[in-house]
């Protein structure tokens, strides 16, 4: 069943939104569903309720650290080799 939902947005918002759904070939009302769709999935998960709880205070703990390749070579470098 589809219902009518009525939004309050600046006009602005509202051409803008008209001409980039008009420039992706779908409507407005395509691309609010669309989004809501997306952000439902993207919700966090229980999963993470579900770890141990060591496991659970771990995860996320690198979510803004800038490391990469070299970083876990070098890792694993000192730790084997010296």
Sequence with gaps: MK???TLRLDDSLIKRAKRHAKRKGTSVSQMVADYFAL???EEPS???QEL???TA???GILKNKNIGEEDYKKHLEDKFLT
Aim: cysteine-free.
């Design 39 to 41: 952000i439902e999935t």
């Design 46 to 48: 229980s999963a993470i």
């Design 57 to 59: 205070s771990l995860a």
């Design 52 to 54: 141990p709880p060591v």
């Design 3 to 5: 219902s009518k939902l």
